[in-house]
């Protein structure tokens, strides 16, 4: 498998500024990355902090960064408790998040994140929480179903997919990444298709967000992760889609108007197309940051 290519990554490290001595946390480390240029870019004594959901991701990471030896350190756990699993490291000079799933997980058709091969309909970032993505499609009503795909999917034909699936798990169970997929490209007609992406895209999203609570405190992990910094310390977000960067375009909003930020992008900063060409994956990427004030709380 190749190496995972980070999104963004100069423009990220242009934000967070690495230096000698500087103490980074990667909030969403995954299979290392972002974390691998940010170590060399605060050599030779820069340390980082790593958490992640997925052990598999972390077990990838251990082995990007094993050259950097006591320099990193990484965690399991999830972004939500950041007080708890970072608190003790802190105060930080820059803080990471890099939202959404990530190239080693779509990338392996067993995870089920993807429907390009097939795989079980699973989703689950961390594969020892129970439940999956067909545990939902097989056991949700139509109208639960309907209404997650709108909520978490933005997708406007959520109300004839429900159906779609409803009818078709009565013939047979759908369990994998290839028969939902199907199903769903079959419901929309073939002119309506979405143009760029497979149309079953948005119905993957919904069901990846639900199965993994991915929105779940973002809002208010956000606002801890300034917490975590020092005076001028900046936290960096990159978002893949449009409900995650309203969640943080209105949080950095709230933390500015109350003293604690400055909103460093009044913009969402976006990949060139040089870097969507070289990686797909930057077209859809957003990045806002957030410089912690001198005189917050």
Request: glycine share 8%; hydrophobic share 40%; net charge positive.
């Amino acid at each position: 498998m190749a190496d995972h290519i980070p999104v963004l990554l100069s423009e990220v490290l242009a934000l967070l500024r690495p230096r000698p001595a500087g103490r980074y946390l990667d909030a969403t480390v995954g299979p290392g990355g972002h974390a691998e240029a940010i170590l060399r870019a605060s050599d030779p004594d820069g340390t980082l902090l790593g958490i992640d959901r997925d052990p598999e991701a972390l077990a990838r990471a251990e082995g990007r960064l094993a050259r950097f030896g006591a320099r990193v350190r990484l965690q399991h756990g999830r972004f939500e408790a950041l007080e708890a699993l970072a608190g003790a490291a802190a105060p930080f000079h820059g803080i990471l998040f890099d939202l959404g799933t990530s190239s080693l997980q779509l990338d392996m058709p067993e995870r089920g994140f993807a429907f390009a091969r097939g795989g079980p309909l699973d989703m689950r970032m961390d594969r020892q929480q129970p439940g999956t993505a067909a545990d939902l499609v097989m056991a949700l009503t139509e109208q639960e179903l309907a209404d997650l795909i709108y909520r978490w999917g933005e997708e406007r034909w959520a109300r004839r997919i429900a159906r779609a699936v409803v009818e078709a798990r009565e013939r047979e169970p759908i369990r994998t990444t290839t028969d939902l997929a199907e199903i769903v490209a079959r419901t929309i007609p073939r002119r309506l298709w979405p143009r760029h992406i497979h149309p079953a895209t948005r119905t993957f999203q919904a069901l990846r967000i639900a199965v993994n609570e991915e929105l779940t405190g973002l809002d208010t992990s956000l606002a801890a992760a300034t917490d975590l910094l020092g005076p001028g310390g900046r936290v960096v977000v990159i978002s893949f889609h449009s409900l995650e960067d309203r969640i943080v375009k209105r949080a950095w909003r709230s933390l500015e108007d109350a003293g604690r930020v400055r909103v460093l992008t009044k913009r969402p900063q976006t990949a060139s197309e040089a870097e969507v060409q070289d990686n797909p994956r930057a077209r859809s990427a957003k990045l806002r940051a957030a410089e912690r004030t001198a005189g917050s709380p």
